[in-house]
């Protein structure tokens, strides 16, 4: 779907040189562990099957689908695999162990700092991941693969809600915590 030439220029903090093997292996993840829960499987392997594959071929994107990739997937795309490859490209694993990458001319940052920058580009990721959903959520009828992805054991539905939710449990209505003890909020009728 995505080349890391394409995650390069998107994210132009990337040096040029960075070996792609990190970044093709965050693009894997990426598809499989956050767009395909955003998307579902049905339209990702729509979308998949109207790319040309390795071997050549032509790009047969439906209109639909081109302004869905372009605008929307690809950049969420990039995005997650950019949080995803960053710890790969700081560390190298050796048959000594887990080791930092130095340059010539340069020390590597230390593990705060990259914990940092792997949170704010998770948060972009979510941002992009977000605008992804609103826009199949506001197209639904365009892409009826969103929402019935069709059936089987390994079909995945698509969830945007696991991006709004990250991190939270909604128990429905208003509730708030009051004296240690969760109650609903009389505020608004609960």
Known sequence: MISPAYVK????????????????????????????PIIGSGLFNQIKSQLPTEQGGEDSLSDLNKTLCDDYLNPALAEYAFARALPAIHL???????????????????SGLIKGMIKSAEAVANQYG?????????????????????????????????????????LGGDWS??????TPNKRYGG
């Open 9 to 36: 220029q998107r994210r132009r903090e990337m040096d040029e040189n960075i070996n792609d093997g990190p970044i093709e292996s965050a693009i894997r993840q990426a598809q499989d562990l956050d767009i395909i």
């Open 92 to 110: 190298k694993i050796t048959q000594k162990g887990i080791m930092s990458r130095k340059a010539e001319f340069a020390d590597p940052v230390e």
């Open 130 to 170: 977000q605008r992804l959903v609103d826009y199949l959520r506001a197209h639904s009828i365009d892409y009826p693969l969103y929402m019935n992805p069709g059936q089987g054991v390994d079909v995945i539905a698509g969830d945007g809600n696991q991006i709004r939710n990250a991190g939270g449990i909604h």
């Open 177 to 182: 915590f009051n004296n240690k003890e969760l």
